[in-house]
């Protein structure tokens, strides 16, 4: 079980590299449904 003190030093790193992620997925989509390039 995590403890409420160890979450955050679990769940800022996640928030930091997931969320880059899934932008950088979502903007590659948008880029080729819309054939930008």
Same mark, same amino acid.
């Given at each position: 079980?995590?403890? +409420?003190? !160890?979450?955050? !030093? /679990?769940?800022?790193? +996640?928030?930091?590299?997931?969320?880059?992620?899934?932008?950088?997925? !979502? +903007? !590659?989509?948008?880029?080729? @449904?819309? @054939? /930008?390039?």
């Amino acid at each position: 079980m995590i403890t +409420l003190n !160890s979450f955050p !030093s /679990i769940f800022v790193p +996640l928030v930091g590299l997931v969320f880059p992620a899934i932008a950088m997925a !979502s +903007l !590659s989509l948008y880029v080729q @449904k819309n @054939k /930008i390039f």
